[in-house]
Nanobody, 122 residues
Framework: QVQLVESGGGLVQAGGSLRLSCAAS????????MGWYRQTPGQQRELVAVVSSGGITNYADSVKGRFTISRDNAKNTVYLQMNSLKSEDTAVYFCYATVRVARSSTAEYRYWGQGTQVTVSS
């Protein structure tokens, strides 16, 4: 069993910054990809940013240049630094990870956090 716990969401004015954190815990052999998705009412969950264990990143076009994803492999933690926030960034942000849970198998499993609300006021 793996748990992903997000923190750092909140209310911020447009142009401001927030830093999200997500810590993975539980039965973990290794974590491949970690990242962030977001969802607003009536919309599909969309990728915001992901980073592989080797440090390769992928960002949504809408956040490039404003958001930075990073991870601390020793702490099984991923971060999302969000700068120059816009009202359009308002959403529930979900942590995501693909996790190998056993030394005996290379199988990976997908896990989601509970979500943290980010609200950007204009």
């Amino acid at each position: 069993q793996v748990q992903l716990v997000e923190s750092g969401g909140g209310l911020v004015q447009a142009g401001g910054s927030l830093r999200l954190s997500c810590a993975a815990s539980g039965t973990i052999f290794s974590i491949n990809v970690m990242g962030w998705y977001r969802q607003t009412p009536g919309q599909q969950r969309e990728l915001v940013a992901v980073v592989s264990s080797g440090g390769i990143t992928n960002y949504a076009d809408s956040v490039k240049g404003r958001f930075t994803i990073s991870r601390d492999n020793a702490k099984n933690t991923v971060y999302l630094q969000m700068n120059s926030l816009k009202s359009e960034d308002t959403a529930v942000y979900f942590c995501y990870a693909t996790v190998r849970v056993a030394r005996s198998s290379t199988a990976e499993y997908r896990y989601w956090g509970q979500g943290t609300q980010v609200t950007v006021s204009s």
